[in-house]
T-cell receptor, first 110, second 110 residues
Framework: KAGVTQTPRYLIKTRGQQVTLSCSPISGHRSVSWYQQTPGQGLQFLFE???????NKGNFPGRFSGRQFSNSRSEMNVSTLELGDSALYLC?????????FGPGTRLTVL | GDSVTQMEGPVTLSEEACLTI???????????LFWYVQYPGEGLQLLLK?????DKGSNKGFEATYRKETTSFHLEKGSVQVSDSAVYFCALSDLNQFYFGTGTSLTVIP
């Protein structure tokens, strides 16, 4: 099976803009989670979607949102970008109690 | 709530040295435990896992034993290689959520 794919791999935006990141899970996986990884804060959980419904949510402001489609692909959106949003955004698909990560999208906010 | 506490890094070792990265956890239920590895520029890869007390996970010469009495899951390798240089994350899965440690950076020098 193909692994988790994320697009784009790299993105540069300016403050105030909005961005949409995409994640395609492993075929057959219905759960997709998103994480933000920064050198200072480590790996922080954003949210998890399962069968198009948000199942869990981390402690992030409402500027961070996501959705999942009927084919289990997921998108996350960040509006009104801030410099502190610069990070590696990781997506993971899940089967039972095991997560499989994509390569991440490196977002730089200038 | 559930949490994972991981040994602070960075850790620098000479090739063929022994490695131990400490990980302890707090959980209300009966979690599964994981070690993930992240190579530069990549997402997280599952290194090994253990799903119940006294289980030993192993892969690529790395081992970790699920110790319920000490709530620990320390990562060990008898002889590290330069190619083991990466960041290592301890994680637990309880019910529907994953919790990650802060990561330990390992550099192995020839």
């Amino acid at each position: 099976k193909a692994g988790v794919t994320q697009t784009p791999r790299y993105l540069i935006k300016t403050r105030g803009q909005q961005v949409t990141l995409s994640c395609s899970p492993i075929s057959g996986h219905r759960s997709v989670s998103w994480y933000q990884q920064t050198p200072g804060q480590g790996l922080q959980f954003l949210f998890e979607y399962f069968s198009e419904t948000q199942r869990n949510k981390g402690n992030f402001p409402g500027r961070f949102s996501g959705r999942q489609f009927s084919n289990s692909r997921s998108e996350m959106n960040v509006s009104t970008l801030e410099l502190g949003d610069s990070a590696l955004y990781l997506c993971a698909s899940r089967e039972y109690n095991e997560q499989f990560f994509g390569p991440g999208t490196r977002l730089t906010v200038l | 709530g559930d949490s994972v506490t991981q040994m602070e890094g960075p850790v620098t070792l000479s090739e063929e040295a022994c490695l131990t990265i400490n990980c302890t956890y707090t959980a209300t239920g009966y979690p599964s435990l994981f070690w993930y590895v992240q190579y530069p520029g990549e997402g997280l890869q599952l290194l090994l896992k253990a799903t119940k007390a006294d289980d030993k996970g192993s892969n690529k010469g790395f081992e970790a034993t699920y110790r319920k009495e000490t709530t620990s899951f320390h990562l060990e390798k008898g002889s590290v290689q330069v190619s083991d240089s990466a960041v290592y994350f301890c994680a637990l899965s309880d019910l529907n959520q994953f919790y990650f440690g802060t990561g330990t950076s390992l550099t192995v020098i020839p």
